[in-house]
């Protein structure tokens, strides 16, 4: 929890009151890899905050191809926001990819903690616009860049997950098969 | 200025101050069709709210080729968030598909409005998840339809945009060349 207490007094500034709450909302969980944490088809009310590890959100498609939508690696959120935002149920998969620390928040918790401690407003501001950010240069990059261009970013953007990713959600997230994938790597250099 | 009063007033309650100071930090702009509101390699401070006709943001890569990132019809904001929340200069150029009315508001003046009026966080931040909902499915739409379905998509959320749109807008919005928009287009009975 000390961690997320330090991540968010580096954005602003927080009383005793906002910290107990937070406290009083949120736990502190260890998950194994693999450990699914939100199901397709589910009514989500959770959203996660990663201390350590990386866990990943991906949807399936009807003959059962997964397609990547989010890697959260350390001091990032993740959840199903289409489902939240839009009141529908989870279209999405939330799985942990290696044993993962998260922070646990109730949605309607943190709803509550904009209500009782209006200065979260501009956080979850900062949170949002560095999320949309995030998501508008992946749709550019998508759009403009080579596969292998693409590979590069992603290897930039998230050092070390190739080390405990299974191919087909990198592939997945980069739009490409697992052939090109492994194309790619044998082009770096990589195994 | 009606409209985006409307519109506000839809989502958040708005004292008559706020209302006043949204006149001052904002002004109404008639912009024919063509016309670029942000150039590339520009410092961005400018936000627009469209309320008539359709502007677009892209990029321009190393051959001169554009790839769309958003279209904003009635009631969406357009900038180049990546420049403004970075805080580096623009990628993008955003320009007037058809002739237009947008209000502009200045990036600082929208900053000072959330300052001075904080229920305006509020209405920002479902501004954003809006925004972010919108940029998670069109990423999931990109993995996982193929590219007649994508068009099919793009039909039903801008219903009459291709009769003002140039085809390599719509081609590279959709990821695809100028030819296979114009295939899928023959095998949907348009010309």
Redesign the interface.
Known sequence: MEQLINYITSKISLSPEAKDYIYSISKKRIVEKGAVLICEGQKVNKIFFVTEGCLSSY?T?EVG?E???QFAIKNWWISD??AI??NERS?LTVESLKKSQVIEFSTQGLEDL?IKF?EF??F??NN??????S??????N???LSASERYDVFVQQYPDIESFTPNYHIA?YL?ITQESLSRIRFDRGKK
Chains 1, 2 share one sequence.
């Open positions: 949807c498609d191809r397609h990547t939508l926001y289409i935002y839009n279209q904009l209006p407003e501009v979850q501001r949002l616009e560095r999320h949309l950010v998501l508008q240069k992946r749709i550019l998508q759009l403009q997945s739009g």
